[in-house]
């Protein structure tokens, strides 16, 4: 038994193989195909296993959720999570297409007895209330979107499990009658802020302005993810010439927190009040204390030295770097060995001057976990903390604070390691910085890196490491989109078309080394 293509977590596809296992389906070659590789069973199944050898199975791969902030969800863990609510009796997650990718909706069978003393007509609202309560605790990509309840018992197999197709249908089915019965949006009401609010939360989820109240949650009534928040918030800031604090944009449960929100900050602005300072490895390289730029300059001339010798560094395509303008790299991420092959090859093909500008994106509750690696790390790798998980608006002011001063940030789109040197899915918030800061992506691929430094090695080999340049993709062509239309599916776009130049470059697409 193996678990395949595992994530940073440890979870993927369960195979097996065993002298007792079929060799195919009986006078079936495509559904042999699609199940038996190389011997190995692809059960359909999720899971992983801990230290001590014991399988844990989390659920189908089919059935997984993947939402438009990139996020795996799945069904199983969710329902476990949301039966701990009392008022909820009985429960199935189940995605529905929202775009390139789905919205998270539960099918709830309510319990009645919690709820005796509540009015039937008030069970949705009051069971919104509950689960609410409880997500809270969570991350935003565990939070329910769309909540449906069922009066009935959920429908189920011979064996018990949930008929989740069927479950999927009959939401389909509300989904479908919801929005006959949405009829056109009502006239603006309140304040031009309001109705600004109003027609912008509308258009970006989908949901008919009449629908939306002072108490609308923004996760459960209205369903925006974690992205499409995001998209929502840079709206704003463009729109009203505000910036909201993080502390603040954490807050935000409905709708009527966000206008106050908006006002709070508008408000703030015309009296004048100022922002937090940058990062200190955020600072341009003309503004960074002169011990910081000794420490800086010793440290990627070394790298430079390390990776030209022990790991015999070759580039490829140097000459495809943009010059004079700040761009954003992405590259692949399957060692440790990444961030300095990317610093070395820029200092080989830039020189060490303007290498030592690049600004390299690191997961906060990695590099930044302590005092002293905080130090370490933003003084001798210039790296600047970000969340690893969701791209935040307190990351995205950051990184604008770094290209408008002209200088390149470094992104590895995967998010954390490939354990097994396979490339993964990249996620959207590349395409999210890249679009709405406007500036240039340069896809690039590390070969060998793998190899000499895998997850779980101390020390590398010595071999050959190899970086190759893409032709930067510029984000001007994806702003042909319709106003009514979603930037969410822009976002996974690019980072899907900026993965697919990453694979390219691997598939014999390249020149003779620099």
């Known amino acids: 038994m193996r678990i395949f293509q595992a994530d940073d977590r440890g979870e993927g596809e369960i195979i097996v193989r065993t002298p007792s296992l079929m060799q195919g389906y009986y006078k079936n070659p495509e559904a042999t195909r699609a199940v038996m ?74 319990e009645k007895e919690t709820l005796r003393d509540v009015a039937a007509a008030e069970w949705p609202r009051a069971m919104k209330r509950a689960t609410r309560a409880l997500a809270r605790q969570l991350p935003g990509y565990q939070r329910l979107q769309h909540i449906h309840l069922s009066e009935t018992p959920l429908p189920r197999r011979g064996d018990g499990s949930l008929a989740r197709d069927v479950i999927l249908q009959n939401v389909h089915r509300s989904i479908a009658r919801s929005r006959a019965r949405g009829g056109p949006a009502s006239r603006p009401r309140g304040s031009d802020v309001t109705t600004e609010l109003t027609r912008e939360l509308s258009r970006i989820s989908g949901i008919p302005t009449a629908e939306i109240t002072p108490d609308s949650h923004l996760f459960t009534d209205v369903g925006l993810d974690s992205l499409a928040a995001m998209e929502l918030l840079i709206q704003l800031e463009h729109r009203f010439g505000i910036s909201l604090p993080e502390e603040r944009v954490a807050s935000l449960v409905s709708f009527g927190d966000l206008v106050d929100a908006v006002r709070e900050s508008m408000a703030a602005t015309a009296a004048g009040a100022s922002g937090a300072p940058a990062v200190r490895s955020a600072l341009p ?96 790798l210039n790296v600047v903390p970000i969340e690893r998980e969701e791209t935040s608006l307190e990351g995205l002011r950051t990184i604008q604070t770094i290209l408008q001063a002209g200088e390149p940030v470094l992104i590895f789109p995967e998010g954390t390691r490939s354990r097994t040197g396979e490339l993964r899915s990249f996620k959207p918030g590349l395409g999210l910085i890249a679009r709405e800061l406007r500036v240039p992506i340069v896809p690039v691929r590390i070969d060998g890196a793998y190899q000499a430094l895998p997850a779980g090695r101390t020390l590398p080999r010595p071999g050959r490491l190899e970086v190759t340049f893409g032709e930067p993709i510029r984000t001007e062509r994806y702003f042909a989109d319709g106003a009514e239309e979603s930037r969410v599916q822009v976002y996974r776009k690019i980072a899907d078309d900026v993965r697919e130049h990453v694979v390219r470059m691997g598939d014999g697409n390249r020149n003779d080394p620099v």
Not at 84 to 95: F, L, T
Not at 288 to 294: G, I, L, T, Y
Not at 297 to 326: T, V
Not at 353 to 375: C, E, M, S, T
């Open 37 to 110: 590789r190389d011997g190995w069973f692809h059960t359909g199944d999720l899971g992983w296993v801990d230290e001590d050898g014991y399988l844990y199975i989390t659920g189908r791969k089919k059935n997984v959720i993947v939402t438009g902030a990139g996020k795996n969800v799945y069904p199983v863990d969710l329902e476990a999570i949301y039966r701990n609510v009392s008022a909820v009796e009985d429960i199935c997650v189940v995605g529905t297409p929202k775009g390139l990718t789905e919205d998270v909706h539960a099918v709830i069978v309510p």
């Open 285 to 380: 390289w003309s503004q960074r204390p002169s011990v910081d730029r000794a420490f800086l300059g010793l440290s990627f001339s070394a790298l430079r030295l390390l990776y030209a010798s022990y790991f015999r560094l070759r580039l490829r395509f140097p000459e495809r770097l943009p010059r004079d303008e700040a761009y954003i790299i992405a590259a692949n991420h399957s060692s440790h060995l990444d961030s300095g092959a990317i610093i070395a090859a820029l200092a080989g093909a830039l020189g060490t001057r303007q290498a030592k500008k690049l600004h390299l994106l690191g997961a906060r509750d990695y590099f930044f976990n302590n005092a002293v690696r905080a130090w370490f790390f933003s003084t001798f």
